[in-house]
């Protein structure tokens, strides 16, 4: 995703692009993968499947 994000930009993720113009690419990763650990912690704690975020689903 971030190879893709600085090849391409990312319309529906403007936090990443946004933090790997400020940040390195690993520290940018890292950043990612949290997100990435509390949205699916999240999901299991509540026993509920991903939801779109309504920005995204227009």
Request: zero cysteines; charged letters at 20%; aromatic letters at 6%.
């Amino acid at each position: 995703m971030i190879r893709y994000a600085k090849i391409h930009g990312t319309s529906h993720r403007p936090w990443l692009t946004a933090l790997l113009a400020r940040r390195p690419t690993k520290v940018a990763a890292i950043a990612l993968a949290n997100k990435l650990a509390r949205m699916a912690w999240a999901m299991i704690a509540r026993n509920e499947p991903y939801k779109e975020p309504a920005g995204l689903t227009a």
